[in-house]
């Protein structure tokens, strides 16, 4: 069992910053491959990004790659979200996920969902 929790979660300007923690409890956290996904108001959940537990398989969605940056600490079971240059696009909740696939990069590959951090960037 993996427990998750995000914070770090805000309001920016366009072109700004914010990073996103979330701490994972569970004593299998390095096994599974963690995860970025986020839901904008009227749209599906879609995957952002995402790392393996060695951090040596990174993913990205397009339309992040660049601008955002996935990393983990395995102690102290942590995993952040960099995200530089935000968009008014990349308004939504952001939630935290784990899956044991190797990429994680769908809904049907988590496990385990967090709670949700919003993230609202203004123009």
């Known amino acids: 069992q993996v427990q998750l929790v995000e914070s770090g979660g805000g309001s920016v300007q366009a072109g700004g910053s914010l990073r996103l923690s979330c701490a994972a409890s569970?004593?299998?956290?390095?096994?599974?491959?963690m995860g970025w996904f986020r839901q904008a108001p009227g749209k599906e959940r879609e995957f952002v990004a995402a790392t393996t537990w060695t951090g040596g398989n990174i993913y990205y969605a397009d339309s992040v790659n660049g601008r955002f940056t996935i990393s983990r600490d395995n102690a102290p079971n942590t995993v952040y979200l960099q995200m530089n240059s935000l968009a008014s696009e990349d308004t939504a909740v952001y939630y935290c996920a784990a899956g044991i696939a190797r990429s994680v990069t769908t809904i049907s590959e988590v496990s385990y969902w967090g709670q949700g951090t919003q993230v609202t960037v203004s123009s």
């Open positions: 569970g004593r299998t956290f390095i096994r599974y491959t």
